[in-house]
């Protein structure tokens, strides 16, 4: 059979592996898991201290997400390695981006499904109050940018090892790291904080999620996602020089 | 359709392939034998683009494997060793998974996975998780992937292997199938599968090809190694000791003696055909010969002699 004229098969790709991904239980263990926690944040003042807001719910989230979202992508690569369909898929006529741009895709698609069931924390503060619109997409824009950013983490630290375990343990320090970075960056001395604060997930978030729109942190979340996406990929092909 | 030049691979300080070469024509059946730790899978391996070479080149379709990767992938067809697939699909969700990663249009890939199903025999089994499948119908399902793009050039790399006789015959007999229009290379421990279905096989050893022939003229040129079995009217000792002596002998064992009868396997060296003098000496001995029959080499005995360090003349 002559070749025929190749389409990109990234979205074929995506698919299979967002099926792949909600077929797996630990999915939905992390999913009830994420959701009690993050509902309980939310409800909690709400019902306690009578406090309509987000912000109980959104700004733990940079610490939750550093557990959840590497939980998520850790099977990514390293479950191909393991199983061998690394093999598979590196002989069918696909290129190696395209195989992390599917897995990132998959994996976006994965973590943007469990956000979806959080606007229900928003849909209940339009029940009982005015919330400002603008903040709550900003909020999201916020979400959607930090996740991003853990999801192209993941991914390169899935591709790093065949073992499932490990790749969760280096996916949550460096996205821990990243995490801590703003939290520490009052510590240290003189200008060296404020230099060192911008690394940080922390600057970034708050702006965005305050429903302050600044160009700087929308580069942050794009370039922070793009250069594990590219470390990822160099994981990859590095293991077939080996 | 395939040619190979020079290609090397090291893992390391250890050499995998050594300056390998070989060509197939379009419509052969090459079968690469081998010990394990031969450096079989990782030529093939090479071949499908899944390993860079160290050194050297290999095209396949006048493509290079390295530089025009999806070219060569698009071209052939590839069934690994361990026939990894993903247990998490059904049989019928992995084909269709695979013609749309192949690019294959929509409205021909019902066609092409039907066609498939029927040829491989998965019919029972299209609904099927592939956790759920046995050993034998994994193997089908990886060929029938490998098949499903209708692809030149077939790449397998022992697709019998682990399978009970039953299914390695069923495996045999598709391969048969697919030999008229394919030109297919397949790796295999059993020589005697080499011996029925190729048209030709390459002896790997230690990175390096050490034969490369038709499984018939590789016997034959294993026949220069071949054995006379004797049975001789003779005293044990004197006859062992007599045809020791003779050239191009290189060594006589006794296989049993019963009364005056002694049954002997006389090795021969290489190229030499030693039937007259053995005539000649039973004669001036007076020792009637009751049997002498020459052994004909088998695929097998050239894989041994090569593979454990010996040379074919």
Same mark, same amino acid.
């Given at each position: ?242 | ?9 090291? %893992? ?30 990782? @030529? ?33 067809? %590839? ?174 064992? @006794? ?59």
């Amino acid at each position: 059979m002559t070749p025929a004229l190749r389409k990109s098969p990234v979205a074929t790709l995506a698919r299979k592996e967002l099926s792949i991904l909600f077929n797996a239980p630990a999915t939905y263990v992390i999913f009830v898991i994420f959701l009690l926690i993050t509902g309980w944040l939310f409800v909690s003042p709400l019902f306690l201290r009578d406090l309509s807001s987000l912000d109980t719910f959104l700004q733990p989230l940079p610490l939750i997400l550093t557990f959840v979202v590497p939980a998520l992508t850790m099977r990514t690569f390293s479950e191909e390695f393991r199983t061998g369909t690394i093999e598979c898929l590196a002989t069918l006529p696909i290129t190696d981006y395209e195989i992390v741009a599917a897995k990132y895709l998959a994996a976006m698609g994965l973590v943007g499904g469990l956000l979806l069931f959080t606007l229900a924390y928003p849909l209940i503060l339009w029940l009982v109050g005015q919330p400002d619109l603008g903040q709550t997409i900003g909020a999201y824009a916020s979400v959607v940018g930090l996740a991003s950013f853990y999801v192209a983490i993941g991914l390169w630290a899935s591709s790093m090892t065949r073992n499932q375990v490990v790749a969760f343990i280096v996916g949550f320090f460096a996205c821990f790291i990243f995490y801590l970075v703003g939290q520490m960056a009052e510590l240290f001395p003189g200008g060296i904080g404020m230099l060192v604060r911008p690394f940080g997930v922390e600057a970034h978030y708050d702006s965005l999620a305050r429903g302050v729109l600044d160009s700087r942190d929308l580069l942050y979340w794009a370039s922070g996602t793009f250069f594990f996406l590219v470390a990822c990929l160099a994981s990859i092909h590095s293991r077939r020089w080996r | 359709m395939i040619d190979v030049s020079q290609l090397t691979k090291r %893992y390391g300080s250890t050499l995998a392939l050594d300056h390998v070469n070989f060509s197939i024509q379009p419509g052969e059946v090459v079968g690469l034998l081998g010990p394990n730790g031969a450096g079989k899978t990782t @030529m093939l391996k090479m071949l499908t683009g899944y390993l860079p070479p160290t050194e050297g080149t290999a095209r396949v379709d006048q493509f290079d494997v390295f530089t025009h990767s999806l070219e060569v992938r698009q071209r052939i067809g %590839y069934l690994p060793e361990t026939n990894p697939l993903y247990d998490e699909l059904a049989v019928y969700e992995a084909l269709q998974w695979a013609a749309r990663l192949r690019a294959i249009p929509d409205v021909k890939a019902a066609g092409a996975i039907n066609h498939v199903i029927a040829v491989c025999g998965l019919e029972a089994v299209v609904g099927k998780d592939i956790a759920h499948l046995s050993k034998g119908y994994r193997q089908r399902t990886g060929l029938a992937i490998a098949i499903l793009h209708d692809p030149d050039i077939l790449i397998l790399d022992e697709p019998t292997s682990g399978l009970d006789p039953n299914q390695q015959q069923e495996v045999r007999q598709l391969i048969q199938t697919l030999k008229q229009k394919k030109t297919v290379l397949w790796s295999t421990h059993m020589l005697s599968e080499a011996q029925q279905s190729c048209d030709r096989v390459l002896i790997i050893n230690r990175g390096r090809i050490v034969a490369d022939g038709s499984p018939d003229v590789l016997g034959r040129q294993g026949a220069g190694l071949g054995r006379l079995v004797l049975e001789l009217k003779a005293p044990q000792a004197a006859a062992v000791e007599a045809l020791g002596a003779l050239a191009g002998v290189q060594g006589v064992t @006794m296989q049993r003696s019963s009364e005056s009868t002694v049954h002997l396997n006389v090795e021969c060296a290489a190229g030499s055909d030693v039937r007259e003098a053995i005539f000649a000496l039973a004669v001036e001995k007076r020792w009637p010969i009751l049997q002498m029959t020459p052994e004909s080499a088998t695929l097998e005995d050239v894989f041994r002699e090569l593979t454990l360090g010996g040379k074919i003349a």
